[in-house]
């Protein structure tokens, strides 16, 4: 077993269900956001939850991170545009698992 962190991203004050150019623009940043985060090595897990489109403030996604503290998630999340916005609104967690699980685009240890 070894230490990551776990986020749960949940929908935030500035969250819609409606899509418009303003919306996909953010979308698409928070997926470039996250590819990125693949390819550093740093994001080892990442999928949204199918949740209930009227509950304002459920749980829409998730992150695992292998990084050495929660600064270095904070500062990996404060790149992503849904966050920034409040679209999304992260909880971070300690989480331990086994050691070695990883995110399509990471290299195998």
Not at 47 to 60: F, Q, Y
Request: aromatic share 8%; glycine share 8%; proline share 9%.
């Amino acid at each position: 077993m070894r230490a990551y962190f776990l986020v749960l991203l949940r929908r935030g004050p500035a969250w819609t269900p409606e899509e418009t150019p303003e919306t996909k623009a953010i979308f698409d940043g928070h997926m470039a956001n996250i590819v990125a985060m693949g390819k550093s090595g740093k994001l080892v897990l990442a999928g949204p939850i199918d949740a209930d489109a009227t509950d304002k403030a459920a749980i829409a996604g998730i992150f695992v991170f292998d990084v050495p503290a929660r600064a270095d998630v904070e500062a990996l999340l404060a790149n992503d545009p849904a966050v920034k916005i409040g679209r999304l609104v992260p909880e971070i967690l300690p989480w331990y698992s086994a050691a070695g699980i990883t995110y399509p685009g990471k290299a195998s240890p």
